[in-house]
């Protein structure tokens, strides 16, 4: 029982750490799409 839950922690972790990349990377698209329309409507 203990082993199965320690996978679940880890797979918990790793699922966080993919969320929290998807979460930077929207960002960033977000932040290059206001960067253009700036320069496009300047």
Do not use: P, R
């Not at 082993?3 to 797979?11: D, K, R």
């Not at 290059?32 to 320069?39: A, F």
């Amino acid at each position: 029982m203990k082993n199965e839950e320690s996978i679940l922690y880890q797979f918990d972790l790793i699922l966080a750490q993919f969320e929290g990349v998807n979460l930077t990377l929207t960002a960033l698209k977000i932040s290059h799409l206001e960067q253009l329309n700036s320069k496009i409507f300047a």
